[in-house]
């Protein structure tokens, strides 16, 4: 079961943001105001879900490895980015 959550987290962000929106308190607990997981769900899905177990497991006291792995989100959401539209290019060329 932890292995299907990590696949539909990689495989599909913002569906686990949902998810863990709908079912848990981890979003509630990460953030203090509903804003913030409403744009990262928008723009930064990748940060929001790595921002969220950073300051779930640390008590919102991020140092160390926890900011290794939000600057790996931030990497995977441009590179997400990066490549959709790079598909976009090639699959509409003018």
């Known amino acids: 079961m932890p292995c299907l959550v990590v696949i539909i987290l990689f495989g599909f962000p913002r569906l686990g943001l949902f998810l863990f929106w709908l079912l848990t308190t981890y979003i509630q607990t990460a953030f203090q105001t509903r804003i ?53 290019k090639h699959a509409w060329p003018m």
Do not use: C, E
């Open 36 to 88: 913030w997981p409403f744009l990262g769900f928008l723009f930064l899905p990748y940060t929001t879900l790595a921002y969220m177990w950073a300051a779930n497991a640390t008590d919102h006291q991020i140092s160390g490895g926890w900011v290794f792995l939000i600057v790996l989100g931030v990497i995977f959401d441009l590179a997400s980015t990066g490549s959709a539209k790079r598909r976009r």
